[in-house]
């Protein structure tokens, strides 16, 4: 189900930002001559009017031809007053920044539903999230000094939705008792209750031992004499728990997710340009399989997207991300991307000047081939070395 969300929800999300465009520009009564889903050779259209619709061949992405947008394209003299060069400047920006800013309007009402159907996770004084002995995944296998070897809780048949409810006999009521525990016995014989249905599980299992590094109050690793971060071993058991969740009614959801939104955008900011910095990096990792850096700069692709979409709910928070990460990526002030024609048009408002376009050939030369690049990239990567 997740995986046809994620699909539907991509396309919705170029043709909603195409959308955007298309309609500013009707209403200050531009013309738009095309309006396509996708790129490359066209597979099919129809014309109503004065604007060609259709679907092209590669299906990552789209665009609507508004005539003058282009500053090369030559117009014929009777069309120039419809033309997006001739509109004044808040028309301008309202028509580029239309489609950014469907981006972060979806993101607003899918992060809203979720909060109000779903919720919140509940967090402590601290801002960390309260977590509880629910299970919500179940790991199949650990690193150990031995190599990686099948979990314990794997081995035993726990199951997503399992609650622990003791260990050893003692019974366990929030998560970090059971951390506790487990981390304190490794490679020890215990046994783990379980509810399951209605149902009392006892299971008899043998912890892995693991190592971990240790950690001070403000989470800064702790060294020895030599500089180097000490390290112990730790029981492992192998489940991911729950998070406790916090409802919320229509309006409270709100709040929350502008909050979510402003979050988001702070991290898609931090992301592109650890992308940006990490690309050369990126490039030759994947002739060495450094996977230190595919994991830090890593571009992921729609079709990752779908095979990474699980729940309802996960995804749909998912989608919302992803939107807010494109409205970033096309506010960037360069050609060919929206913000580099409202990053133009604010230039000639506020020096009553034209640019030399010319000059900017070679910058949006190298705008697109990263994008581009960014892009089979991470298609690559979706394929050949997919995420999990």
Do not use: C
């Not at 050779?41 to 947008?69: C, D, H, N, Q």
């Not at 299970?135 to 939705?161: H, M, R, Y």
């Not at 779908?306 to 807010?324: E, H, K, M, S």
């Not at 070679?362 to 690559?380: D, K, T």
């Amino acid at each position: 189900m997740g995986s046809l969300i994620m699909i539907v929800g991509i396309v919705a999300m170029i043709v909603i930002h195409e959308a955007g465009h298309f309609v500013a520009a009707k209403a200050f009564g531009m013309k738009a001559t095309e309006a396509f889903f996708g790129f490359g050779p066209k597979l099919w259209s129809t014309t109503r009017g004065e604007t060609e619709y259709g679907i092209k061949a590669i299906p990552f992405g789209g665009y609507v031809r508004i005539i003058g947008m282009n500053p090369f394209e030559e117009i014929a003299p009777e069309e120039e007053g419809r033309t997006y060069r001739v509109a004044p400047y808040w028309k301008k920006t309202v028509v580029v920044l239309a489609g950014i800013f469907s981006h972060f309007v979806v993101a607003v009402v899918l992060l809203w539903g979720v909060n109000w159907a779903v919720g919140v996770v509940a967090t402590d004084a601290a801002g960390d999230a309260i977590l509880t002995t629910t299970i919500a995944a179940v790991a199949e296998t650990v690193e150990t000094p031995d190599g990686t070897v099948p979990t314990p809780a794997f081995q035993s048949g726990v199951l997503e939705g399992d609650t622990i409810t003791e260990t050893d006999g003692v019974p366990v009521a929030e998560w970090d008792e059971f951390s506790d525990f487990a981390q304190a016995h490794p490679g020890e014989d215990v046994e783990i209750t379980i509810a399951r249905e209605g149902e009392t599980i006892v299971l008899p299992v043998m912890l892995e031992t693991v190592e971990r590094t240790l950690y001070d109050d403000n989470g800064n690793a702790v060294l020895d004499e030599d500089g180097n971060p000490i390290r112990y071993e730790a029981g492992f058991f192998g489940v991911v728990p729950e998070p406790e969740m916090q409802h919320l009614n229509g309006f409270t959801a709100i709040p929350e997710a502008m909050s979510q939104l402003w979050t988001g955008i702070k991290d898609s900011v931090e992301g592109l340009w650890r992308m940006i910095l990490g690309f050369p990096e990126l490039v030759v990792s994947l002739f060495t399989g450094a996977d230190d850096v595919v994991d830090e700069v890593r571009p992921i692709s729609p079709i990752g997207l779908v095979r990474v979409a699980g729940d309802v709910a996960p995804t749909l928070r998912l989608l919302a991300y992803v939107n807010i990460f494109v409205g970033v990526l096309n506010f960037i002030p360069l050609y060919p991307v929206d913000g580099g024609h409202f990053a133009v048009a604010t230039y000639e408002k506020v020096t009553g000047r034209e640019p030399d376009i010319t000059k900017m050939v070679p910058v949006a030369a190298v705008v697109l081939l990263f994008l581009v690049s960014i892009g089979l990239i991470g298609v690559f990567l979706d394929i050949f070395r997919p995420i999990g």
